[in-house]
């Protein structure tokens, strides 16, 4: 998905919709799509820098947590193509696990070129 015209709001969402895609296949075909086929993502916890990297990361953090999704946790906001948000890890019945804040940087063809994650 391109990014370039989308509010942070709308970023914020494409960005969670990775995270909680529980087919792998599915969710690397997004990242190719949506992320620069150089975009990096790091957290105090795990790396990657290439789309089947990310996916991989993604795939062993989904697989600690069977069942949950990832929210949008406030109002994300940004500016110069950094989008910051907040999320919750949550249970099927809404039970908030863990959560983080985000930021994410787009590349000229509005593409995430730059996750930086940091765990609450």
């Known amino acids: 998905m391109n990014t370039a015209e989308q509010s942070p709001e709308a970023v914020a969402h494409s960005y969670l919709a990775v995270w909680n895609e529980p087919y792998l296949v599915s969710r690397l075909a997004a990242l190719k799509e949506g992320w620069a086929v150089n975009a990096s993502y790091a957290d105090p916890l795990m790396q990657g820098t290439t789309p089947e990297e990310i996916a991989s990361m993604i795939e062993a953090a989904r697989s600690h947590f069977p069942n949950h999704s990832f929210v949008l946790r406030g109002k994300p906001d940004g500016h110069h193509r950094a ?30 070129a730059e996750v930086i994650g940091f765990l609450d």
């Open 83 to 112: 989008i910051r948000f907040s999320w919750d890890l949550v249970t099927e019945d809404g039970i908030r696990v863990a959560g983080g804040t985000d930021i994410v940087k787009l590349n000229s063809d509005g593409k995430f």
